[in-house]
């Protein structure tokens, strides 16, 4: 285990004024032992050790993940305090009010902005906490309405997205598809164009003709329409 660092008074002032439970659990042990195994974070009851990670790093505390080697000699995951200045913009997630988000939700008209859909509909940062903090929040539209299903994608795209990994560019995030589906010039950086259809109700029936068609000609679905619009 690491001798514990001097650390910068900056970041212990930080420290101590942050008070959600599973970031001290990461914080007050890296501040006296110098780093936090998975093993550390399973044993405290965090079964997603990242995700323990990542509300510190949400606070604008990075750190950085190593191995470091036990008494035993066995090797373990751990994270560390990463020597990276302080982010401005990070401080803490703003929970919106249960009433806010209601009129958010119905400010969208109840349904998800990309797929129509209707259901477990869930606000989001229009661009995401981990490039912009809470930066953007008194600007125009900062949020945006979801369901469960379109959320999960936003997330996989954004989160292998070389911006949300390095570059922390809001500029690019504001001309993606995630943050702005009718007027965007990439989709995580890459040179797509998407469009997200829903069949509800009565026309479901519509649906299922389509399917049918693209499984007489060996087609999916999406390879179906395209054929159909050329």
């Known amino acids: 285990m690491p001798e514990s660092p001097k650390l910068p008074e900056a970041l212990l002032e ?5 008070t959600k ?27 997603h050790p990242p995700r323990a990670a990542r509300d510190v ?6 750190l950085k993940r190593v191995n470091i080697k036990r008494p035993d ?18 401080t803490g997630r703003v929970v919106l009010a249960k009433k806010e988000r209601d009129a958010l939700i119905e400010r969208y008209r109840s349904k998800c902005g990309f797929c129509g859909g209707k259901t477990n509909l869930q606000v989001d940062h229009r661009i ?26 936003k997330s996989w795209d954004c ?8 570059l922390k560019d809001i500029h690019i995030c504001q001309s993606c ?6 007027n965007y010039s990439h989709v995580a950086m890459r040179p797509e164009r998407r469009i997200d259809v829903v069949w509800v109700g009565d026309e479901v029936r519509q649906f299922t003709r389509l399917e049918a068609a693209a499984l007489r000609s060996g087609r999916s ?6 054929t159909r619009i050329r």
Do not use: M
């Open 14 to 18: 930080r420290i101590n004024s942050i």
């Open 21 to 47: 439970k599973r970031a001290r659990v990461v914080l007050d042990t890296l501040v006296e032992k110098g780093a936090i195994s998975t093993a550390e974070l399973k044993a405290a009851g965090y079964d």
């Open 57 to 62: 790093v949400e606070l604008g505390i990075a």
């Open 73 to 90: 000699g066995q090797r373990i995951a751990s994270y560390v305090f990463d020597e990276r200045e302080l982010d401005p913009l990070k």
């Open 128 to 153: 995401p906490y981990e490039v912009a903090g809470e930066s953007q929040r008194y600007e125009d539209d900062p949020f945006q309405v979801l369901d469960g299903s379109c959320n999960r994608k």
């Open 159 to 166: 989160e292998h997205c070389e911006n949300w990994i390095k």
């Open 177 to 182: 598809y995630w943050a702005n589906p009718d």
């Open 221 to 226: 679905i999406s390879e179906e329409i395209k």
